[in-house]
């Protein structure tokens, strides 16, 4: 039996005006509703030749919501039965905003033709992204910035946890870890032990970078695994990416009822522009992963560049198969191997115009079906809280139609 929701709060003006957009909520008792049993749904294989624009909503810059600053959302998915999305910010309560790490729900209303607005309804959950025992924001746990609906009988959220590197702590590094979280509607576990660790340092001498770890989770097949891709190489698997170069991460799949782990190489693009002025920050990693199938997923790669409006991103399909398991390589650099392998599928540069420039793009997500049977594919920026107005801090919301 599906769980009700519950009805929908008053809106206040300021509100109404931002629900023209899209509706949001904290994640509480509106969330990603029960199943009927404990039956895994079949597994859902897609293909995706190419994308068309629907269409654009941003959201006000730090919109304020019962409390909570708007923004960061750095993860999300979307539940049919609810016909709902779940969105992860990141906040790390400290430099964004006074808020802790928080989940929205959202109702986002569009067909193949346009993205236009939906009921405004809201909801809270404090703790949705706290993980007990562990302090928040910049603390020892690192930023919250992932989010999938685990589809099996467990019939909870998981959250990916990117930690944080040595460099950034000054003493050993955080775990990449993924934590199970209770479908908002239902009582949580009085504990949330961690399901899976994927470590920053599973070998002893091995260890990431500052913002290169894990942030992204996907469930390939019928949910009975779990794929984590790292932002970024670990130092001993050779240097970050250049204006002139790319550099190589390691996608990780675990299997949950036994553990068992498989690691393989995916090739990072070099940075996409060159920064102004010379020598100032640059980054280009992979800010999202979704299943295809149980060897194939679209990646979203995210570049940016100091001094360059916007970011540069791409969306890649890439397939396991063939490719060299590298669970058991110290380090990458100088071993043979054979990486994943990669198709573009849109880059959105060809869209900045058009949508008035490309944020910073993290979170991808199915939708609902469409009226001629095509899947949708919903977008999300990472706003990182802007104090002013900017093309690439953005809370923009972008929704395809996936041509198969």
């Not at 629900?19 to 995706?48: F, H, N, Y």
């Amino acid at each position: 039996m599906m769980s009700s929701l519950p009805p929908r709060p008053a809106m206040s003006g300021r509100a109404a005006a931002a629900g023209r957009a899209m509706s949001l909520g904290c994640a509480m008792s509106l969330g990603l509703a029960a199943c009927g049993d404990d039956t895994p749904p079949a597994p859902k294989e897609r293909t995706v030749s190419a994308l068309r624009l629907i269409g654009q909503q941003v959201l006000p810059r730090r919109m304020d919501f019962q409390g909570t600053v708007v923004g960061g959302l750095s993860g999300g998915d979307y539940d049919a039965a609810s016909g709902q999305y779940v969105f992860l910010s990141d906040d790390r309560t400290t430099t964004d905003s006074p808020n802790p790490p928080r989940m929205y729900t959202a109702t986002l209303t569009f067909d193949a033709q346009s993205f236009s607005a939906g009921d405004h309804h809201l909801h809270r959950d404090a703790q949705a992204a706290r993980r007990p025992g562990v302090s928040q924001g910049a603390g020892p746990g690192g930023r919250r910035s992932g989010v999938r609906a685990h589809q099996p009988a467990q019939r909870q959220l998981r959250l990916g946890q990117r930690g944080r590197s040595r460099a950034d702590r000054g003493a050993a590094a955080d775990h990449r870890s993924v934590h199970p979280r209770g479908v908002p509607g239902r009582q949580p576990p009085a504990q949330h032990p961690v399901a899976v660790c994927v470590q920053d340092e599973h070998r002893e001498q091995g260890a990431a970078r500052q913002r290169r770890v894990s942030r992204s989770l996907t469930f390939p097949a019928d949910g009975s695994k779990l794929a984590v891709l790292a932002e970024g190489p670990l130092q001993e698997d050779g240097p970050a990416p250049t204006v002139d170069a790319g550099a190589t991460a390691r996608l990780t799949v675990i299997t949950h009822a036994t553990g068992a782990m498989a690691q393989y190489a995916y090739p990072i693009e070099r940075v996409q522009a060159a920064p102004v002025p010379a020598g100032s920050f640059t980054v280009n990693g992979p800010s999202e992963l979704l299943a295809l199938t149980a060897t194939r997923f679209l990646v979203l790669e995210r570049s940016f560049s100091v001094g360059v409006v916007g970011n540069q991103v791409r969306l890649y399909e890439i397939d396991l198969t063939g490719a060299s398991n590298v669970l058991n390589v110290p380090a990458l650099s100088g071993e043979p191997f054979t990486p994943v392998s990669k198709r573009l599928i849109l880059d959105f540069e060809t869209l900045k115009d058009t949508l008035g420039g490309i944020a910073n793009l993290e979170c991808l997500t199915f939708g609902p079906k469409l009226a001629n049977g095509h899947d949708s594919l919903v977008v999300v920026a990472d706003d990182n809280f802007p104090t002013a107005d900017s093309a690439t801090d953005r809370n923009q919301f972008l929704v395809f139609e996936v041509i198969p």
